[in-house]
């Protein structure tokens, strides 16, 4: 957190006090750096880790002061690499945005409400760049009137091969515009993007050099090929909710299944469901409403949720690099968390080699769910889920996130704050007991002492 209040910053009250109502009173490290240049026009190149509040610190700008667009015509645009995060930055923009019209559009869902919302106008465009270009070519949206552009996480734009797409992109765009980049890393593509399409850019960098993993505590276990569900849900019994990593969609799949019959109740994101069931499994994570998420790597630098008590790698990552992704869905916006990886005896040496690259010098042990459970950080009460996450997959009163483009207030002005009365009481202490929404605590069937094991895993389901 840094000293500096929003308001010496240059924000708006209305801003001060939308965003004071989801909690935020001081600005993180990122947005004291940079909220006050995107404010003065500037360009900006920015090093910051996941889950440091960057969307706040690009999205005030992009709001303050933007024109009303002209159908089909955006004034901003903001480049994602993945479905679920350009959802959640244009739902987290929206919560503080007021009249200014925030649509989002990605890939995998139809085109019907898109074509809509920006036949009517919207003021900033949230796009992943496959999409976007698919509806640039059918004549939906011009990016000829834009002129504020956000790239976030742009060296995972980079890493999915987006960056030709991106350079397309901005070759449309207003030659004056204002341009702000947000990456892990500034160096290779990242570095050629700055230097071609950035004009004197102020450059703020803040955290570690490794900043998605320095965080949190690291745990190798040396695990046989055949006990791996098992230990899996022992782990996810000790520190939940847990977001698990498989290679392979079919790998998810099946261990989704085992893990289910082992009585953890588990949702499963990856390139192969449908937008609207990675949608349901993101927002029954986020309610609390499952143990764990079963994720591809797909969804490694794509999830943003508070909370997640622990990373746990099934399949061991295929490089530092993937391993930095997938460790950076836990111990975020400093809180602490605890990252596990399954080492089977033919993998030793490949671990031994990432271990090295990346300054991580743990032992490898034998499994340990005690050890977990006392290591995980204290349950954390999260924030309303998004908007867009939370209402579509389960009422019939508003259209599924695969809407996609929706011009902020068309929920009659709620600009994503929670819809009263749709959380249930979701787990919220590691002796069992749960909090409903009042604050008020109660033991929900689990006993007085909230003791009642997951079946076939060995350990207390009330221990988070």
């Known amino acids: 957190m840094s000293s500096v ?4 910053l240059g924000v708006p009250a209305p801003i001060i006090t939308a965003i004071a109502r989801r909690g935020i009173h001081t600005p993180f490290e990122i947005q004291a750096a940079a909220i006050a240049d995107g404010l003065a026009g500037r360009d900006i190149c920015g090093r910051a880790p996941t889950g440091s509040g960057k969307t706040l610190a690009f999205g005030i700008p992009l709001v303050v002061g933007i024109g009303r667009a002209e159908p089909k015509r955006p004034r901003a645009l903001v480049l994602a690499p993945t479905r679920e995060l350009a959802e959640q930055i244009a739902t987290e923009i929206r919560t503080f945005a007021g009249p200014v019209r925030v649509g989002v559009v990605y890939g995998g869902v139809g085109y019907g409400r898109q074509f809509d919302a920006l036949r009517q ?12 270009e698919d509806l640039i070519g059918q004549g939906a949206v011009s990016l000829s009137a834009v002129d504020r552009v956000v790239l976030d996480e742009a060296d995972r734009m980079a890493d999915m091969g987006f960056m030709p797409a991106v350079r397309r992109l901005l070759d449309q765009t207003s030659r004056q515009r204002q341009t702000m980049l947000f990456s892990a890393t500034l160096d290779g593509d990242v570095a050629k993007l700055t230097r071609d399409y950035q004009r ?7 955290g570690d050099e490794t900043p998605d993993i320095t965080a949190a505590t690291h745990l190798f276990w040396n695990v046989a090929k055949a006990d791996r569900t098992a230990v ?8 939940w909710p847990a977001i698990v990593f498989c290679r392979t969609r079919h790998g998810s799949d099946r261990l989704a299944k085992q893990l289910g019959k082992a009585g953890i109740q588990v949702a499963t994101i990856h390139g192969g469901r449908s937008q609207n069931q990675r949608t349901r499994a993101l927002a029954d994570f986020t309610n609390g409403k499952v143990h764990a998420l ?8 794509g999830i943003h949720v508070e909370g997640v008590a622990s990373v746990i790698h099934y399949d061991v990552p295929e490089d530092p690099k993937t391993y930095v992704h997938r460790s950076g869905r836990t111990a975020r916006a400093g809180l602490g968390g605890v990252v596990v990886t399954l080492v089977q005896p033919e993998q030793v040496r490949d671990i031994r080699l990432i271990q090295r690259r990346l300054g991580l010098n743990e032992a490898l042990t034998a499994p340990d769910a005690n050890a977990l459970r006392a290591l995980s950080p204290p349950p954390v009460r999260r924030p309303p889920p998004a908007r867009a996450v939370e209402e579509a997959p389960t009422n019939g009163t508003q259209s ?8 902020a207030g068309a929920d009659g002005g709620r600009n994503g704050r929670a819809r009263a009365g749709t959380h249930q009481a979701r787990p919220a202490a590691r002796d069992g007991r749960r909090t409903d929404q009042a604050g008020q605590r109660r033991y929900d069937g689990m006993g ?13 389901r009330g221990h988070r």
């Not at 209040?5 to 010496?8: D, N, P, R, V």
């Not at 106008?121 to 976007?132: E, Q, T």
């Not at 079963?294 to 630098?301: H, K, M, P, Q």
């Open 232 to 239: 899996t849900a022992e782990a996810v019994s000790a520190a």
């Open 400 to 407: 599924s996130p695969s809407s996609h483009v929706r011009p």
């Open 200 to 206: 004197d850019p102020v450059r703020h960098e803040v």
């Open 294 to 301: 079963i994720a591809s790597d797909v969804a490694a630098r």
């Open 121 to 132: 106008g919207v003021d900033i465009l949230v796009a992943c760049p496959g999409r976007l």
């Open 5 to 8: 209040t929003f308001a010496q």
């Open 448 to 460: 007085a002492a909230g003791s009642r094991r997951i079946p076939g895993t060995g350990a207390a």
